[in-house]
């Protein structure tokens, strides 16, 4: 369910640039923006990457973040 708003709030439906402009911003550094203009540029050819390593840097990200309060939330279940 979380996911679903950070679907429609990116390029994999429509382009970024028909998107209002207060969305544009956030649609544009979205990781499923990212995602898919890597997945994309793959499939049809282009440039490759920049998606790819900004995709790449905010799977670390969120894993930089998710993994540590994950271990810290199973050391405290018993």
Known sequence: MA???LIFASS???PVSTMP???EGFASL???TLSAD???ALAIGGDVAAPLLYS???AKAILAVFVP???WRF???D
């Open 3 to 5: 996911i679903f708003p």
């Open 12 to 14: 994999i439906f429509v």
């Open 21 to 23: 402009g207060w969305l």
């Open 30 to 32: 979205s990781p499923v």
């Open 38 to 40: 890597a997945a994309r």
């Open 56 to 58: 790449c840097l905010w």
């Open 69 to 71: 309060l994950s271990v």
């Open 75 to 77: 050391r405290r279940m």
